[in-house]
């Protein structure tokens, strides 16, 4: 399957596009900053895999269909690295990149500080650029590959 990459993978819609895209037999990395929440969504991922195959009668290695890997996409250093670490757990480079991290802020415009703002910019558009950005040169070479971003 093709290797897809998620960043806020740990939770929310991007743990729902690892389910389905692993059901539909992708080979998936989660990102996320949380080392304890990557750890239980790939649990989560994993048992459900574990699960289907029973059901079916099949072993195709399932669980080692899920790579996890800690970032910070507002830090380019550190999602870098991340689709690095990922591309060689998978042998395979990132195909499709789902970007689905961010943040909200559930404040008026008034109560809301300009060091929120910055945050809220910092990680929900610039997080946005530099994972795009880590897996641009690679799929360019290829002349192929998808990105898809998240908005809710």
């Known amino acids: 399957g093709e290797h897809c990459l998620i960043t806020g993978g740990s939770s929310g819609i991007g743990l729902e596009c690892a389910k389905q895209l692993l059901e539909a037999g992708a080979r998936v990395t989660l990102v996320a900053r949380s080392q304890n ?7 989560c991922l994993r048992a459900g895999l574990r699960d289907k195959e029973e059901d079916e009668n099949e072993n195709e290695g399932g669980a080692g269909r899920v790579v996890v ?13 991340a689709v690095r670490r990922a591309e060689e757990a998978h042998g395979l480079p990132v195909g499709v990149l789902i970007c689905s991290a961010g943040l909200a802020e559930c404040k008026t415009v008034e109560d809301t500080s300009c060091a929120e703002y910055e945050r ?13 950005r880590s ?18």
């Open 135 to 152: 897996v641009l040169p690679s799929m360019r070479r290829r002349e192929g590959g998808r990105v898809v971003l998240v908005s809710s």
């Open 120 to 132: 809220l910019v910092t990680v929900n558009y610039l997080g946005t650029v530099n994972a795009v």
């Open 37 to 43: 929440k990557l750890e239980e969504a790939a649990s």
């Open 69 to 81: 890997e800690r970032a910070d996409v507002s830090r380019p250093d550190e999602i870098e690295a």
